[in-house]
């Protein structure tokens, strides 16, 4: 188990290691390098970290150094994190400006279709300008409220 750094401001996806004094420049790098039980770690930044759509399958921790500085911006666009067959922990992070419309795009987190042991949960984190049709709870969670043996904590 390790800590993968993050910084937007200082990162480098090219050269950085992960650690915290080499830190990656995107969340987007960071999932191509964690294993299971690893920790992705934002540190504060005054760039915003890009909120994009990726599949989470392995445990692991996310958190941010402080809500208030670290920022997953959507920009406006549908994006969505789908999670299969894992245990997930956020934490400290502002999710912002993501617009979760079109077809099969049904809210920023998402449980893997054919998945029942899948465990997401939120502490500390703030929700703003989330939308999927004018719903904020449907642009937020998918199937919240159908998907068997899911579990999501608020």
């Not at 191509?32 to 759509?53: C, E, K």
């Not at 500390?124 to 937020?140: M, P």
Request: glycine fraction near 10%; aromatic fraction near 12%.
């Amino acid at each position: 188990m390790a800590i993968r750094y993050l910084n937007a401001d200082t990162g480098n996806d090219t050269t950085g290691t992960g650690a915290i004094g080499a830190p990656y420049a995107t969340f987007a790098k960071a999932l191509t390098v964690y294993v299971a039980g690893d920790t992705i770690y934002f540190q504060n930044s005054t760039a915003n970290y890009s909120f994009l759509t990726a599949t989470i399958d392995k445990n692991c921790t996310i958190t941010g150094q402080s809500k208030s500085g670290v920022v997953l911006n959507g920009s406006g666009g549908n994006t969505q994190w789908t999670m299969k067959n894992a245990t997930i922990a956020v934490s400290n992070i502002t999710f912002y400006n993501a617009s979760t419309v079109g077809s099969g795009i049904y809210g920023m987190f998402a449980p893997h279709g054919a998945t029942s042991n899948t465990t997401l949960s939120f502490t500390e984190c703030d929700f703003k300008d989330i939308h999927l049709a004018s719903h904020v709870l449907a642009g937020i969670w998918s199937q919240l409220s159908i998907t068997t043996g899911l579990i999501y904590t608020l």
